[in-house]
C-alpha cells in the first residue's frame, strides 16, 4: 500500500545497531493515477504511485537531496508530503532518544534481557488462553463485494482456523486467486488481520508485542487474494484485511459459542477527492474515511458507527474537511434501522452527503458489504448493506457498486450509507 511511507531510525549505542525506531504514516498523495493515491481501478501497482524501495532518506545526518527531488516530482502535494516525511523523522528521533535514555540508565544487556523477557512473558500468557479453546479445526468462507474492475463478480475468502493445544494455524487455501484490480494483500496485511483477532479472543491486558504471534502459523497461497505476485495492484486491501478478520471471526464462534459478538460493518468506507481550485487555481487533495456498526454482542447492543477491526480510523469532522477545499457536506447522521434486529441490535451505520461546490472534482469511492450484510448471530438478524449514489445536476441518479473513481461537477451530490452491524 503506497501511501504507507515507513521511515526507520538507527539507534547505535557503544558502537553497534542495538535497535530501529520506526514510524509508518498514511501520505495523503503518492502520486499515481488519481488524486490520493487509491484508485479502486488500478491494475497494476505502478498505476497506485510511486514505489519506493529502501533508501536512504538521510545519510551522514544530511539529506538525500536526489531522493527528495524524485519525491516531489511525482506527488501532487509535495510540500505536504515532504512536510510529512519529516515529520516521521523526528518522532522516530524522539524515539530514539528516549530508548538511549534506557540504554544509558540500565546498561543494553539489561534492557534486552527485560525486552526478551517480556515477549516470553507475552507468548506465555496467550498460550495459556488459546489451550483454553477446544482443540479442532473450524472454517468459514465470507466474500468481498467486488475487486473494483469485474463489479459483478465477488471475491471469496475461505479461512480454516486449526486449533491444536496452544497453537494455532490458520490455513486460507480455497480463497480467491489475485484479482485484477487493487484488492490484493501481501502477506504483512493478511498477517495482520488474523493477529488482531487472536488479540481480540486472548486478553487485553497481555502486553502487545510479538510475542503474542509466536503461537500462530499460517498458509498463504501464492498467487491468492492473501499473496499475491508482483506487480498486483494493493491499494485497497485494508477491505480485505477486514473481511479476513471477519472470516476468522466466523470460524471461532463456532469454537467460542456464546462469546463473541455478531459481524462488524467489515468496511472502512475510504474516499479520495482531488482537483484544481478554480478560485486559487492551486491543486489540492483530501480524504474521507466511513465508519459502521459495531456487531450486537452477547449481552448488550453493537456500538453506532465505529471503525471496528484491524484499522485505527476516527470519524474526520465536517469542519476540517470543509476547510480549504471547494467541497461541502449538506447532511451527516446516523443512519435509522441500519443495525440488524435481535434482542441486542447490531450498531448502526453512518450517511452522508457531499456536494461538489466549484469546479470538477475527481473522487476515489471504496466501500464494501453493498452485497453481502453484515451477518447475525444466535438467530439475530444480518446488519443492512452499505450504498451510494450519485445525483447529477439534471436529476438522473447513478448507483455505485461500492468501488468506482469519478467526477462531481459544480452542484452534483454524492450519497453514501455505510452498513450497520449484525444482530445478537
Not at 32 to 44: F, I, L, Q, R, Y
Not at 275 to 294: F, K, M, Q
Request: hydrophobic content about 35%.
Amino acid at each position: 500500500h503506497l501511501p504507507d511511507i515507513i521511515i526507520v531510525v538507527p539507534i547505535r549505542f557503544g558502537g553497534r545497531t542495538v535497535a530501529l525506531s520506526a514510524t509508518m504514516t498514511h501520505n495523503q498523495d503518492v502520486g499515481g493515477k488519481a488524486p490520493g493515491s487509491v484508485p479502486t481501478d488500478a491494475t497494476e501497482l505502478f498505476q497506485e504511485g510511486v514505489v519506493i524501495p529502501p533508501l536512504k532518506f538521510y545519510e551522514a545526518g544530511r539529506p538525500n537531496e536526489t531522493l527528495h527531488a524524485l519525491l516531489r516530482k511525482n506527488v501532487r502535494m509535495p510540500d505536504l508530503l515532504m512536510g510529512d516525511l519529516h515529520g516521521q523523522v523526528s518522532a522516530g528521533n524522539v524515539g530514539r532518544k528516549r530508548f538511549l535514555e534506557l540504554l544509558e540508565e540500565y546498561g543494553p544487556e539489561t534492557v534486552e534481557r527485560a525486552i526478551a523477557e517480556l515477549m516470553d512473558r507475552a507468548e506465555a500468557m496467550t498460550r495459556e488462553k488459546i489451550a483454553r479453546i477446544p482443540d479442532g479445526s473450524y472454517s468459514f468462507t465470507d466474500y468481498l463485494d467486488n475487486d473494483g474492475i469485474d463489479l459483478d463478480r465477488p471475491i471469496k475468502i475461505h479461512t480454516t482456523v486449526h486449533i491444536k493445544g496452544s497453537d494455532v494455524h490458520i490455513d486460507f487455501t480455497g480463497t480467491s486467486r489475485q484479482v485484477k484490480g487493487p484488492l490484493n494483500s501481501v502477506p504483512s496485511a493478511s498477517i495482520a488481520g488474523a493477529y488482531y483477532m487472536i488479540r481480540c479472543i486472548t486478553d487485553p491486558a497481555i502486553p502487545n508485542n510479538s510475542g503474542c504471534y509466536r503461537p500462530l502459523s499460517f498458509t498463504l497461497p501464492q498467487g491468492s487474494l492473501v499473496n499475491p505476485s508482483h506487480p498486483a495492484p494493493v491499494n485497497a486491501r485494508t477491505a480485505t484485511i477486514l473481511r479476513i478478520a471477519d472470516t476468522i471471526h466466523g470460524a471461532l464462534v463456532q469454537a467460542l459459542p456464546g462469546r463473541l459478538p455478531a459481524a462488524p460493518s467489515g468496511q472502512l468506507l475510504i474516499m479520495a477527492f482531488g482537483g484544481i481550485d478554480p478560485l486559487t487555481r492551486r491543486p489540492y487533495v483530501t480524504s474521507e474515511l466511513g465508519a459502521g456498526g459495531v456487531g450486537g454482542r452477547p449481552a448488550k447492543d453493537g456500538i453506532d458507527v465505529m471503525d471496528m477491526g484491524p484499522s485505527n480510523c476516527m470519524n474526520i469532522p465536517v469542519e476540517a474537511f470543509e476547510m480549504g477545499h471547494p467541497l461541502r457536506i449538506h447532511r451527516y447522521g446516523i443512519k435509522k434501522d441500519s443495525g440488524g434486529a435481535g434482542r441486542f441490535r447490531g450498531g448502526l451505520g453512518a450517511e452522508k452527503v457531499f456536494e461538489a461546490v466549484r469546479g470538477e472534482v475527481t473522487i476515489s469511492l471504496r466501500g464494501e458489504r453493498y452485497f453481502t450484510p453484515p451477518w447475525g448471530l444466535s438467530g439475530g438478524e444480518p446488519g443492512a448493506c452499505g450504498r451510494a449514489w450519485i445525483e447529477r445536476r439534471d436529476g438522473t441518479v447513478e448507483p455505485i457498486l461500492s468501488k468506482r473513481v469519478f467526477t462531481l461537477t459544480q452542484g452534483e451530490l454524492l450519497h453514501v450509507h455505510t452498513p450497520g452491524g449484525g444482530g445478537y
